[in-house]
């Protein structure tokens, strides 16, 4: 499995932009998608989660009501859709993926253990 993440840019507080995490080598089998971001001398942060399987997606408090993930499975694509960006949005984002099964959807989605598979990043820069 490969990801690609894309979409990153210089933007303006309050402006939008939408991020594109392209997958191949996906079976048969549904997988979460998920976005994290890490701002400069800091952790990496969870920011959202979505199944392959329903578009069902998850997010973190602190973007949750702005950012919106999506799926397209024609495209092999999870969007992340990013509203009202403010300066502390400014972080690499990175995309990541693992396989779903009965037992681990909805469990430690915000723990970057869980994932598989991960993209480079996209740099996000929100200037105030």
């Known amino acids: 499995v490969q990801l690609q993440a894309s979409g990153g840019g210089l933007v303006q507080a309050g402006d939008s932009r939408r991020l594109s995490c392209v997958a191949s080598g996906f079976t048969g089998d549904y997988y979460a998608v998920g976005w994290f971001r890490q701002a400069p001398g800091k952790g990496r942060e969870w920011v959202s989660c979505?199944?392959?399987?329903?578009?069902?997606?998850y997010y973190g408090d602190s973007v949750k009501g702005r950012f919106t993930a999506s799926k397209d499975n024609n495209e092999n694509t999870v969007y992340l859709q990013m509203n009202s960006l403010k300066p502390e949005d400014t972080a690499v984002y990175y995309c990541a993926a693992y396989m779903i099964t009965s037992s681990n959807w909805g469990q430690n989605m915000d723990s970057e253990n869980m994932y598989d598979y991960w993209g480079q990043g996209t740099l996000v820069t929100v200037s105030s």
């Open positions: 979505t199944s392959t399987s329903d578009g069902s997606s």
